[in-house]
């Protein structure tokens, strides 16, 4: 769905968010439209394949934010998860190692 003659009809430094299929983009696509400038920006949630394979470029290019497939339905969770986001981001404000819910560097997220 989301290919490279789709980015091409994008305004000029549109974003691309994806939270909903991965196997709707096509990454290589997408990698191609934000090296071209089609894009500004991606910031993906899910992916054509997960995990991930160590080697892809998603996790380095510097166009792209890379979450671990977070992005579903969070009201119910708010509660929860509110206290954890307002100390792990006073710590990252300060400077400080990340108290809460780190990513794990080996598995890569």
């Known amino acids: 769905l989301f290919n490279l003659s789709l980015f091409k009809q994008f305004k000029p430094g549109a974003m691309f968010v994806n939270v909903g299929r991965g196997e709707s983009v ?4 997408l990698l191609t439209a934000l090296d071209q400038e089609l894009l ?6 899910v992916f054509e394949e997960e995990p ?3 080697e892809s470029p998603v996790y380095t290019h510097s166009k792209i934010l890379a979450t671990p497939h ?11 998860l509110r206290p954890i986001i307002e100390e792990n981001l006073q710590a990252f404000i ?3 190692e990340l108290p809460v819910s780190e990513v794990d ?3 890569k997220y």
């Open 26 to 29: 096509v990454t290589a696509d």
């Open 40 to 45: 500004s920006f991606a910031a993906l949630d």
């Open 94 to 96: 300060d400077r400080e």
């Open 105 to 107: 560097l080996e598995r």
């Open 70 to 80: 977070i992005a579903g339905f969070m009201d119910d969770y708010l509660g929860t």
């Open 52 to 54: 991930l394979p160590a």
